[in-house]
T-cell receptor
Framework: QQQVKQSPQSLIVQKGGISIINCAYENTAFDYFPWYQQFPGKGPALLIAIRPDVSEKKEGRFTISFNKSAKQFSLHIMDSQPGDSATYFCAASIKGYQKVTFGIGTKLQVIP | DGGITQSPKYLFRKEGQNVTLSCEQNLNHDAMYWYRQDPGQGLRLIYYSQIVNDFQKGDIAEGYSVSREKKESFPLTVTSAQKNPTAFYLC????????????FGEGSWLTVV
């Protein structure tokens, strides 16, 4: 059972556009929501993360929007660049538990 | 530099042979993980360990085995019982706590022919 549903699975955006990836979760006990970025042939790396007590977090061109009542969170990449082309994973975890639940991933391609 | 080292990066094995993937971390993290990545299937958890000499099965543990004799090391053995072992394998670790950030290694490509 997929506890974190991620969409779309693939996304093509023109350079300078906004990339939006959405995730929805079911378990209301989740209290930490990170996003990971993975380049081909490499391991994923933490990009940005949010806790449910805030509705938005911004780091440079990357923003997480969080809607606790809807149990949804999304990643926005502003002014998307070809170097942003990668696979993005949303994730969720519960404080005190080591197991992290990942979404299925979104392959983003930013075309010039 | 602190990090997670996986070896080898590329590995070819004949069907029916066991193979062990190495994972070492110098981040002083208590928790370690093994994930398998296949196209279109995301990251699937094979095994994880919260502490030395203890480990738990993940979602796809069948055909795999692990050990955790040292805090720094968490090797994964892909046994001949694993029906479709060709994949990209990722080792990871985390400190745990309120923000459980996972740190990944560079991955190991296993091809079984």
């Amino acid at each position: 059972q997929q506890q974190v549903k991620q969409s779309p699975q693939s996304l093509i955006v023109q350079k300078g556009g906004i990339s939006i990836i959405n995730c929805a979760y079911e378990n209301t006990a989740f209290d930490y929501f990170p996003w990971y970025q993975q380049f081909p042939g490499k391991g994923p790396a933490l990009l940005i993360a949010i806790r449910p007590d805030v509705s938005e977090k911004k780091e440079g061109r990357f923003t997480i929007s969080f809607n606790k009542s809807a149990k949804q969170f999304s990643l926005h990449i502003m002014d998307s660049q070809p170097g942003d082309s990668a696979t993005y994973f949303c994730a969720a975890s519960i404080k005190g538990y080591q197991k992290v639940t990942f979404g299925i991933g979104t392959k983003l391609q930013v075309i010039p | 530099d602190g990090g997670i080292t996986q070896s080898p990066k590329y590995l070819f094995r004949k069907e029916g042979q066991n193979v062990t993937l190495s994972c070492e971390q110098n981040l002083n993290h208590d928790a370690m993980y093994w994930y398998r990545q296949d196209p279109g299937q995301g990251l699937r958890l094979i095994y994880y360990s919260q502490i030395v000499n203890d480990f738990q099965k993940g979602d796809i543990a069948e055909g795999y085995s692990v050990s955790r004799e040292k805090k720094e090391s968490f090797p994964l053995t892909v046994t001949s019982a694993q029906k479709n072992p060709t994949a990209f394998y990722l080792c990871a670790s985390s400190r745990g706590g309120s923000e459980n950030t996972i740190y990944f290694g560079e991955g190991s490509w296993l091809t079984v022919v």
